[in-house]
């Protein structure tokens, strides 16, 4: 029995389906043979009262509200039944998400528990040939769980290698060259003389971080968000700063050499000292840009004061 109303319930829009196709042709059989019994033809009563045959209204009189019935079911069961896939679909990602995040925080903790162990057993932070091979491991453990984690872990392990003195631009111990920190979150992180040349930082956090003397050469920043950030004599040279976000930040005296900064927004942003190229400041290399506005310009003028002093030189 129970396999039965679960057989109905699946086939219902099929059952019917065929009842009305049925229907139809018991009225169609009843017209066309003047079945009396059916009452679809003209026919007289046993009283001797004279009835008409059916008319088109009167079959959509008789039919009208199963219709709606039937329409209405069918129109709440696919609503119910998508409501529950897209209810079965949210818990399915937020049980993914929470066992994603737990994996994370479980990789997260193994690493630093060896970096740990590695630091205080192998003296990690002082290059010497005895503790080269650990070195190389810490290297390798770090690119390998960089790409495993999210933005927000990303920025701890950042946080973590920078304060324990491991990727100083002097004396760097682990090289991060090829690193994937995109979407790093770096907010209000302390990254002073970082050496974080030629990885990939496309959409970090960087918002009122400090950079001070760090080394970003040839490093992805598509994207990455500057916000107030000090990044005083930081080195940029061949950095893609393409739509990054530096508004407020202070970029005295840096280095953006060849730097791209197509469609960046450097609005308010202090270049006061800053090198842009190798012989000159030009505007050529700034007219790519999304927003001069209110810009410090390496002589120490605002950029509308600049630029009209540089039309009247030229």
Same mark, same amino acid.
């Given at each position: 029995?129970?396999?039965?109303?679960? %057989?109905?319930?699946?086939?219902?829009?099929? =059952?019917?389906?065929?009842?009305?196709?049925?229907?139809?042709?018991?009225?169609?059989?009843?017209? %066309?043979?003047?079945?009396?019994?059916?009452?679809?033809?003209?026919?007289?009563?046993?009283?001797?009262?004279?009835?008409?045959?059916?008319?088109? %209204?009167?079959?959509?009189?008789?039919?009208?509200?199963?219709?709606?019935?039937?329409?209405?079911?069918?129109?709440?069961?696919?609503?119910?039944?998508?409501?529950?896939?897209?209810?079965?679909?949210?818990?399915?990602?937020?049980?993914?998400?929470?066992?994603?995040?737990?994996?994370?925080?479980?990789?997260?903790?193994?690493?630093?528990?060896?970096?740990?162990?590695?630091? =205080?057993?192998?003296?990690?932070?002082?290059?010497?040939?005895?503790?080269?091979?650990?070195?190389?491991?810490?290297?390798?453990?770090?690119?390998?769980?960089?790409?495993?984690?999210?933005?927000?872990?990303?920025?701890?392990?950042?946080? *973590?290698?920078?304060?324990?003195?491991?990727?100083?631009?002097?004396?760097?111990?682990?090289?991060?060259?090829?690193?994937?920190?995109?979407?790093?979150?770096?907010?209000?992180?302390?990254?002073?003389?970082?050496?974080?040349?030629?990885?990939?930082?496309?959409?970090?956090? *960087?918002?009122?971080?400090?950079?001070?003397?760090?080394?970003?050469?040839?490093?992805?920043?598509?994207?990455?968000?500057?916000?107030?950030?000090?990044?005083?004599?930081?080195?940029?040279?061949?950095?893609?700063?393409?739509?990054?976000?530096?508004?407020?930040?202070?970029?005295? %005296?840096?280095?953006?050499? *060849?730097?791209?900064?197509?469609?960046?927004?450097?609005?308010?942003?202090?270049?006061?000292?800053?090198?842009?190229?190798?012989?000159?400041?030009?505007?050529?290399?700034?007219?790519?840009?999304?927003?001069?506005?209110?810009?410090?310009?390496?002589?120490?003028?605002?950029?509308?004061?600049?630029?009209?002093?540089?039309?009247?030189?030229?």
């Amino acid at each position: 029995m129970k396999a039965l109303l679960h %057989w109905v319930q699946r086939y219902w829009l099929l =059952l019917l389906t065929l009842a009305l196709v049925a229907l139809g042709v018991l009225i169609f059989l009843g017209y %066309w043979f003047n079945w009396d019994w059916a009452g679809v033809g003209n026919y007289t009563d046993p009283e001797g009262g004279f009835h008409r045959s059916k008319t088109l %209204w009167d079959w959509l009189e008789l039919l009208i509200i199963p219709l709606v019935l039937a329409g209405g079911g069918l129109w709440f069961s696919m609503t119910q039944k998508k409501t529950e896939l897209e209810i079965a679909e949210r818990e399915r990602q937020v049980e993914r998400e929470i066992a994603k995040d737990r994996q994370n925080q479980t990789i997260l903790t193994a690493y630093f528990d060896k970096m740990t162990e590695l630091l =205080l057993d192998y003296n990690l932070r002082i290059k010497t040939e005895e503790n080269a091979e650990e070195r190389s491991i810490a290297r390798a453990r770090t690119l390998a769980v960089l790409r495993s984690l999210d933005g927000e872990r990303k920025g701890q392990v950042l946080k *973590f290698l920078c304060e324990a003195g491991l990727i100083n631009r002097e004396g760097c111990v682990i090289l991060l060259i090829g690193a994937d920190l995109r979407g790093a979150d770096l907010t209000d992180a302390l990254l002073e003389g970082a050496e974080l040349r030629m990885t990939d930082l496309r959409k970090a956090n *960087f918002s009122i971080a400090s950079l001070v003397d760090a080394s970003l050469e040839a490093t992805n920043l598509k994207e990455a968000d500057f916000e107030g950030a000090d990044m005083a004599g930081v080195y940029l040279g061949e950095a893609n700063l393409a739509q990054a976000n530096l508004a407020w930040a202070n970029l005295a %005296w840096a280095n953006l050499e *060849f730097a791209n900064l197509e469609g960046a927004n450097l609005e308010n942003a202090n270049l006061d000292n800053a090198v842009l190229t190798r012989a000159t400041v030009d505007p050529e290399n700034l007219i790519t840009a999304r927003t001069l506005k209110g810009t410090t310009m390496p002589d120490g003028t605002k950029y509308e004061d600049w630029m009209t002093k540089y039309k009247q030189a030229n």
